[in-house]
């Protein structure tokens, strides 16, 4: 568990707040849901916006009903991993499974270029990879298709 202030750290980190969405599906978005949740977020956006000076497009909005996204956006690095993605579809065949799955999670974050070699070694074991995924896993990130930027720890 995290708090919401770290979780509100990872979100400035994880993407860009500096151009406005061109689609309502692919904007910046803050929830919350009391208003300590509410102050939290507006205090980290206009921090971050002073930090940089430059304006953020994010809202922050009360967290009502939410929709998934559909499923070809659901693990979206990982999908277009076909081996990868296979080995945890024999695993999980269950789609819901599959898409709730830490494990599935953690991959698809180095799939997606998130993630340091050292903590991707670290992790290896806990992944349920075969040895040839393990393999081709390692092989992503000894040519850089895992970056140098640590996954923050929960």
Known sequence: MITYSDLLDVFWQGHSPFTKAYSRQY????????????????????????????????????AETFYTAEDYHQKYYLQNISGLTQEYRDIYPDFEDFVNSTAVARLNGYAGGYGSQETLESQLDSLGLSPEGRERLLKMAEFGLVSACPVPST
Do not use: C, G, N, W
């Open 27 to 62: 904007m910046s978005i803050i929830f919350y849901h009391d208003e300590e949740q509410k102050r939290l977020a507006e205090e980290s956006r206009d921090r971050y916006e002073s930090e940089r000076e430059m304006t953020v497009y994010t809202e922050i909005v009360p």
